[in-house]
């Protein structure tokens, strides 16, 4: 019996370069503290400028040309033994890891070139797919006209689909007939990066499918339902065929207008720049990637987003996009209150996506996605990631995309 691997020699060298470039910031951090104290602003006020000077300056000046030194000594060694291990099979622990990291940081992970970013692609039983006529027959001998793509969440990875023994893939594809085939990506890129990357690997997986594809259908959960929306405007604009077979976007937990789990994170950030003296660890604050907010302003293509700070209080103006045409589009939400509008939900919604944002209501009516009554439900005392396993989602999943 094969035994599945934990950690890689690929991820050793990763984690050696994070670690090093953590090293370098924190020394930023403490020196930009220590400047600022030692000028002796106000408590509160703005920071001055610049670095440390003299023999202080000289010591955070040595640190950090010798983690530059050990960096490259330690790329330059592991970046030789790297290829000599190859690409074994993974865990789902090692799995879980990374996509937790690149949600937080994989936006850092890519512009670093870190052998830790997760590259998308379109996988099955955690294998990656590529994406031509005699590898997709090779991979799906059995494969069928009902093609559906199941996009996961921040800081998730395509496994994860698989929760308290179900998968709502494999379970349609029981049902219904379904053939499934399951996005696995960095979620911690900007949402309108990997959805114009997702648009394009759909028209490569369509038109390489091993038999004509009679409908196409999305399901995702989170995050997923976003790259599903920006996959939809850049696949129209580039003149894509799949979204002229796409019949139906199922959204699950869905943050159509944005989650306050970013903005906790925004307004520390606010806290800590008040004053010179904590202005420093407002860094940490911004240790999120652009992912998480893109979440925070519902940024769904680039022109949100360029040229702006992402980590300004203010919302700004951002494209409305609708749902798209000619397709029947379905939400579920849900609240792990007993009734919709009970205490419960309005303090704690489904854990990390509120009802209203779930169900794409919003009070500016341009924004409003105005899903038809009979095309939205709401799953009662249901946390976020409980959409992935509760039957009673299923079986609303299955009902909807049978009789669309």
């Known amino acids: 019996m094969t035994r599945k691997a934990h950690l890689h020699a690929g991820d050793v060298h990763g984690f050696g370069r994070l ?19 030692s000028s002796v602003p106000t408590p509160l006020g703005k920071s001055p400028p610049g670095r440390t000077r003299g023999i202080t300056g000289f010591v955070y000046g040595s640190i950090r040309g010798m983690t530059r030194l050990v960096g490259g000594g330690l790329d330059a060694v592991l970046g030789r033994l790297v290829p000599l291990f190859g690409e074994k099979s993974s865990s789902p622990e090692r799995e879980a890891v990374l996509a937790a990291l690149n949600g937080v940081l994989g936006d850092y992970l890519e512009a670093s070139s870190n052998p830790l970013a997760i590259p998308m692609r379109f996988r099955r039983a955690g294998q990656a797919l590529t994406l031509d006529k005699p590898s997709l027959a090779a991979a799906f001998p059995h494969a069928g006209s009902r093609l559906l793509v199941l996009a996961h969440g921040l800081c998730m990875n395509d496994l994860q689909w698989q929760r308290q023994g179900h998968d709502h893939g494999a379970a349609l594809a029981r049902d219904l007939g379904y053939t499934p085939v399951y996005l696995h990506y960095n979620s911690g890129r900007h949402i309108s990066t990997n959805g114009r990357e997702f648009a394009g690997l759909l028209d490569a997986l369509v038109a390489n499918w091993p038999v004509p594809v009679e409908r196409l259908d999305i399901l995702g959960h989170s995050m997923g339902g976003l790259l599903a929306r920006s996959a939809w405007h850049y696949g ?6 799949w979204p002229r077979r796409l019949k139906t976007l199922v959204f699950l937990g869905t943050p159509h207008h944005g989650a306050p789990m970013e903005r906790g994170g925004n ?9 010179p003296y904590t202005a420093p660890l407002s860094r940490l604050g911004k240790i999120r990637s652009a992912g998480i907010t893109d979440l925070r302003h519902t940024w769904l293509v680039d022109e949100d987003w360029q040229g702006r700070d992402r980590f300004a209080r203010s919302r700004g103006h951002h494209k409305a996009l609708p749902l798209p045409q000619g397709m029947a589009c379905y939400a579920i939400a849900a609240t792990t209150g007993k009734q919709p509008g009970d205490l419960k939900d309005r303090l704690i919604g489904d854990g990390l996506v509120p009802l209203a944002s779930a169900l794409g209501c919003h009070e500016e009516a341009d924004r409003n996605l105005m899903f038809a009554p009979e095309r939205q439900w709401i799953a009662c005392e249901t946390g976020h990631l409980d959409l992935l396993s509760r039957p009673e989602v299923y079986a609303r999943i299955r009902q909807w995309l049978e009789t669309a």
């Open 267 to 275: 307004w520390i950030d606010i806290a800590l720049g008040a004053s």
């Open 19 to 37: 670690a090093i470039d953590a090293v370098a910031g924190l020394t930023d951090l403490v020196e930009a503290m220590h400047h600022n104290i």
């Open 236 to 241: 129209t604009a580039a003149g894509h065929a």
